[in-house]
């Protein structure tokens, strides 16, 4: 019996070929659903979130949330500085000597992200996973998330805890919200800035700025120098 052995082995290679294609496919289409997970903490976005934020913001007593303040103050000053800069932000050693101006900027950037990891390995966020429904569901069987130190306990009067405030300010950072964080020109209180020009915490704050500026000052002067000349105007002309 005669075997083809170069046709056998053609076969077999382009046999494997096509299994290893249709592996590779099925894990390409795996791998792109995968992309798609986030797995979320256990924060819902609740219409209060943001109110609660910046109370926290406001209010924190403990070590822990001041150290939550200042990290926001860093991320913050971080953020301006890097506003001007193209590009990757990260000291390029070959622009120390043909650009040092450039080169200290970078550098000063990195100082204040190296302080700023150095404060985030502070806080921990601890994986959670359950299956919460029975049967052959698939991927609505389990639920997995993560979630702040439970050893944390929320301040009194506060519905954020440290690690909490800390998870709505990252996923700030990842829509590119982190400045609308900032403090009221006036009284230099924390607020969420809904609108990007907003500059006050309220209304009251907005109106008492504007009557302490040179601005309002001079039309108060104008205004009392036109209504004192009216009165002598009118003073004059009685018999």
């Not at 069987?141 to 009194?156: H, I, L, M, N, V």
């Amino acid at each position: 019996m005669y075997i083809d052995l170069a046709g056998l082995c053609y076969y077999h290679a382009a046999l494997g070929l096509r299994l290893n294609s249709h592996m590779l496919e099925r894990q390409e289409r795996t791998l792109a659903r995968l992309r798609k997970v986030n797995i979320e903490d256990v924060l819902f976005p609740s219409i209060t979130l943001l109110s609660d934020l910046i109370k926290f913001l406001n209010s924190t007593k403990t070590r822990r949330g001041k150290g939550i303040v200042a990290i926001l103050e860093k991320m913050l000053e971080i953020d301006e500085m890097t506003k001007t800069m193209d590009g990757l932000v990260w000291a390029d050693l070959s622009l120390e000597k043909s650009d040092p101006e450039k080169f200290h900027r970078q550098w000063e950037v990195e100082e204040r992200v190296a302080w700023l990891n150095r404060e985030l390995r502070k806080y921990r966020f601890l994986p959670r996973a359950a299956a919460v429904i029975g049967g052959n569901s698939g991927a609505d069987r389990w639920t997995a998330y993560f979630r702040g130190d439970p050893r944390e306990k929320t301040e009194e009067r506060l519905r954020l805890a440290p690690s909490e405030a800390l998870q709505v300010i990252l996923k700030l950072t990842q829509i590119g919200y982190l400045n609308r964080l900032r403090h009221c020109t006036h009284c230099q209180r924390w607020l969420y800035a809904t609108f990007r020009h907003q500059k006050f915490c309220s209304t009251k704050c907005q109106q008492k700025s504007y009557t302490q500026s040179d601005e309002w000052k001079a039309h108060r002067r104008n205004y009392m120098r036109r209504r004192y000349q009216r009165l002598m105007k009118n003073y004059r002309k009685r018999p």
